[in-house]
């Protein structure tokens, strides 16, 4: 997973990285345009740096490909990284948005009640717990102008078999109709296979990337399913290319993200001349004493501080994902899936910015 630690390292001294104010209201260090390549039979890329949570990530890819798009099977299976959008999306929906400010203590407990309501009523989550027509309703029930509906998962599989070296294996998640009935519209826009001497290649374009929390969830996610349609079209997994719009690391809000706003510059130069990991975790000390403090219900907004931790650390081996065989798409569960070997450094906690 080198690739991925200098690609934080870019972020943090390219010249062309930028500090910018955002929708979230929390702000970014940013770079545009980089591209990251992973070889699979190397092993599967799951972030060593820091301990990922493979449960996640396998429930939520089978939420896509089941075309699903309301948060209660998420939910009733305790994974929660939707659970701030979509209470986000409630609030909108039910002219309650500003009602209480974003984090505070009164929000985290209106949400938690929300979440619970979810899963224990069938009704108010039918009702409540939409997203709006976000990746899996894309991938699995694009809709024409005319009404009628493309599976675009399956029209990929059926070419991969009959035509793989076709150029049009494409699942786009970017309908420019409905993109505004979303709860977020989609980060990772769209991806494209191709395939090579018995092995399949996939390429994601992402316009907008957290390094630090959504990205090494991507990474696995789109590894993951490159390995799932390799079995299915019986194929071998080959590279996944990871390609980037905007990706950046949070910096935090108010006084926080105004001290790195007058400081980048000069931390950009000092980073550009890093040779060993340890001085990523001594700057990270330096900005803890000088650095103000995040403001009561905004703690972990800011993420630099946690990948000075990362690139502090040397990646471990990768760990290798098995895959139930001989299965169809529709048929694969989450006991079919298995992470074997995953030893990563201990885990660093950050909020998302919604």
């Known amino acids: 997973m080198k690739q991925y630690q200098e690609h934080l390292k870019r972020i943090l001294s390219d010249e062309d990285s930028d500090y910018k104010p955002n929708r979230t209201g929390v702000d970014s260090i940013s770079l545009f345009g980089h591209q990251n390549k992973y070889d699979l039979s190397d092993g599967f890329p799951l972030v060593t740096t820091k301990k990922m949570f493979p449960k996640s990530i396998i429930h939520e890819m089978l939420w896509f490909l089941k075309g699903d798009t309301n948060i ?8 929660n990284i939707w659970n701030d959008n979509s209470f ?10 500003g009602s209480f400010e974003m984090y505070s203590p009164l929000w985290n407990e209106k949400r938690d009640e929300y979440i619970s309501k979810i ?19 894309q991938w699995r029930d694009w809709r024409t102008s005319d009404g009628k509906s493309v599976d675009q998962i399956s029209k990929v599989l059926e070419t991969l078999k009959d035509n793989p070296n076709s ?6 998640a970017w309908n420019v109709e409905e993109v505004n009935k979303m709860a977020l519209p989609p980060c990772h826009t769209f991806f494209q296979f191709n395939v090579r001497d018995d092995k399949l290649d996939c390429q994601l374009y992402q316009r907008s990337a957290d390094m630090f929390l959504g990205v090494p969830f991507n990474i696995a996610s789109y590894a993951m399913l490159t390995e799932i349609f390799a079995q299915q079209s019986r194929l071998e997994p080959g590279n996944f290319i990871h390609t980037f719009g905007d990706s950046h690391i949070y910096c935090g809000t108010n006084e926080r993200g105004k ?11 000092d980073i550009q001349e890093f040779e060993s990991p340890e001085e990523y975790k001594e700057i990270g000390g330096w900005i803890d004493i000088m650095a103000p403090s995040e403001r009561v219900g905004e703690e ?3 993420h630099i501080s946690a990948v000075l931790e990362q690139l502090s650390r040397e990646p471990k081996q990768l760990p290798k994902l098995k895959i ?8 694969l569960t989450y006991e ?19």
């Open 119 to 137: 899963k224990e009523d069938e009704k108010f989550a039918e009702k409540h717990g939409s997203l709006g027509p976000v990746y899996g309703k």
């Open 324 to 331: 139930t065989p001989g299965k169809s798409l529709e048929e």
């Open 300 to 302: 972990g907004q800011d």
């Open 259 to 269: 001290f790195y706003k007058n400081n980048f510059e000069s931390l950009k130069k």
């Open 88 to 97: 986000q999306n409630y609030l909108q929906k039910e002219q309650l948005d």
């Open 336 to 354: 079919d899936f298995e992470i074997e070997n995953y030893d990563p450094h201990p885990g660093i906690k950050r909020e998302m910015a919604v």
């Open 72 to 79: 209660k099977y998420l939910v009733d299976n305790n994974v």
């Open 167 to 172: 150029r049009r294996n494409i699942v786009s």
